[in-house]
């Protein structure tokens, strides 16, 4: 709706795990690292946990477009599922055809049959497993069963298993000691900083920006501080609260997201209950700016 209005080929702050906006602070850089040293090495199990929204589906959706066709993926991010079921959905992923009537025996089997046929031809077989805190002790022990398959050097199945901190509770299970140790490695998503919340934004404003152009649109220091204030530094909540101020900056013919169009745009999301009800229609132009807005739309 915006976009050409702030020399946008597309809107930069959608809360999509898109690969192409993957922004690479320090603790995204070294996790994305640690994903991909355990994959490329078969070392095993890699645990990734964060907070809701700190750009943990991103970071499963770069790691996929890196290792690309050296690999075979299983993304599952249906978590809320029986043992029985998880296990037939990474064998959907993996496109093994099941039988009608499959018992579990027999999944374990056509999984096995098909890793060791890929490890023969010198694939690693890869299971992401999104939203794990979801999982249950018994989801992991079936899991597990998997992340045994190795030969004399290798690990023949890599699992990486990303989630919200709780996850880290469910794993303390005393039954799950065994999975746990094998766990190569480890890394907590934290909320961005300040200064990296900063970069983001205006990485993402130059990536969604048209071929050759630059973002027609400038975020004062007091808006980035009101944006941070609201979100925590928060991946999902600074793009939500970015996408709501540039939508009414454009309501308002503005270019410069202040503290005052931020304080709007907060207003104004739905997830805002408890606060004053306010309208679009009721922010005011920019004294002296043209009431003509590119698109021929007037104020």
Do not use: W
């Given at each position: 709706m915006y976009e050409g209005y702030f020399n946008l080929a597309l809107a930069p702050f959608q809360n999509t795990p898109n690969s192409r906006f993957f922004f690479e602070t320090d603790q995204h850089?070294?996790?994305l690292a640690k994903l991909e040293y355990v994959v490329r090495n078969r070392r095993g199990f890699a645990l990734i946990t964060g907070e809701i929204g700190s750009g943990k589906t991103t970071l499963s959706r770069t790691l996929i477009k890196r290792i690309g066709s050296e690999a075979r993926i299983a993304l599952v991010n249906n978590t809320r599922v029986s043992a029985h079921q998880l296990l037939k959905l990474v064998a959907q992923e993996f496109q093994i055809t099941l039988p009608a009537v499959c018992d579990k025996a027999t999944m374990l089997s056509l999984l096995r049959r098909y890793i060791e046929q890929q490890h023969a031809l010198g694939r690693t077989v890869v299971i992401i497993i999104d939203e794990?805190?979801?999982l249950s002790a018994d989801e992991f022990e079936e899991l597990?069963?998997?992340?045994?398959?190795?030969?004399?050097?290798?690990?023949l199945v890599q699992l990486l298993i990303l989630g919200q901190p709780e996850l880290r509770d469910?794993?303390?299970?005393?039954?799950?000691?065994p999975l746990v140790q094998r766990i190569a490695m480890y890394c907590h998503?934290?909320?961005m900083s300040f200064e990296d919340m900063t970069r983001y934004i205006?990485?993402?404003?130059?990536?969604?920006?048209?071929p050759g152009g630059r973002p027609n649109v400038d975020f004062s220091r007091e808006g980035l501080q009101v944006i941070f204030e609201r979100s925590g530094g928060v991946p999902r909540l600074v793009n939500l609260v970015c996408d709501n101020a540039l939508l009414v900056a454009y309501s308002a013919n503005t270019r410069l997201i202040d503290?005052?169009?931020v304080g709007r745009a907060?207003?104004?999301?739905m997830p805002n209950l408890e606060g004053a009800i306010t309208d679009i229609s009721m922010v005011e132009p920019a004294v002296g700016r043209e009431q003509e807005l590119d698109d021929g739309r007037r104020l």
């Open positions: 850089k070294e996790a794990g805190q979801c597990r069963l998997l992340t045994n398959l190795e030969s004399e050097t290798d690990k469910t794993l303390r299970h005393p039954r799950l000691a998503l934290n909320p205006a990485f993402r404003l130059v990536r969604a920006s048209k503290s005052q169009i907060v207003g104004q999301m």
